[in-house]
């Protein structure tokens, strides 16, 4: 195997993407407790996630731009009760700034210095993590992610856009993501090698060839120094 590129995974691969959104979420709500108090206690965390929910649902079109559909659920969570347009962009950066405080696997910063010194590296997200805020832009040479590119993993076009940004051939581009779906069989389809990785042991239940499978991401560097 030749690789000239590798793409990666942020949230779930970097770092664990649940107690983030926790976080964010109680953010959020201590921004609406101090400058839309009706808000907050009309719509406490757990009715502000199942509005967020009913959003996501009424508005598949926007399944690849997770900051739309956030807006969107801000909206109809202020407007309501007079709040416009600056309010939603004033609590929107409270769940953002928020969203970018992340906690990194303790393997990921050797790994990031590791596989960046050895090819570039392509940051590829569903999500909207943004890599200046959280400190860790300088180990890439590009980000996209699905908002921006239009469409998410695992449509084969975002993985091609990741390797025309690395100016690698798919056939030379190594993807690396936590998710079975959007992350391996889409960088395979896509005509990229992919690994797997596998933080918790999980079997491989997708019909196809097991794909190179690792605990974390030292371990895939330790791969990426012997080819």
């Known amino acids: 195997m030749r690789i000239d590129a590798i793409t990666l995974d ?13 976080r964010a979420d109680h953010a959020l709500q201590e921004w609406l407790t101090l400058h839309a108090p009706e808000v907050a206690a009309a719509l ?7 509005l967020r929910d009913r959003t996501f649902a009424m508005h598949p079109e926007l399944g690849h731009d997770f900051t739309a559909l ?41 790994a990031l ?22 400190g860790l832009s300088h180990h890439f040479v590009a980000s ?5 590119h239009g469409a998410a993993k695992p449509d084969p076009s975002i993985f091609l856009a990741a390797c025309q940004a690395a100016g690698s051939l798919p056939e030379r581009t190594l993807h690396v ?13 896509a005509g990229l090698h992919a690994a797997w990785l596998n933080r918790h042991g999980h079997d491989w239940t ?16 330790d791969f990426v120094d012997a080819l």
């Open 177 to 189: 993501g936590d998710h079975a779906e959007q992350d391996v069989l889409g960088a395979m389809n």
């Open 206 to 221: 997708h019909g196809e060839t097991a794909p190179r499978s690792f605990a974390c991401l030292r371990a895939l560097a």
């Open 113 to 134: 210095a590791r596989l960046s010194a050895r090819a570039p590296l392509v940051a590829l997200s569903n999500g909207n993590a943004c890599l200046q805020r959280i």
């Open 70 to 110: 956030r807006l969107l659920a801000l909206r109809a969570a202020l407007n309501p009760f007079g709040y416009g347009e600056a309010a939603v962009e004033a609590a929107y950066e409270a769940f953002f700034a928020a969203r970018n405080r992340v906690d990194l696997y303790p393997d990921s910063l050797d």
């Open 10 to 22: 942020l949230d779930d691969t970097l770092w664990p993407i649940g107690p983030v959104i926790e």
């Open 44 to 50: 406490p965390i757990d009715q502000m996630r199942a």
């Open 144 to 148: 996209i992610s699905a908002r921006q």
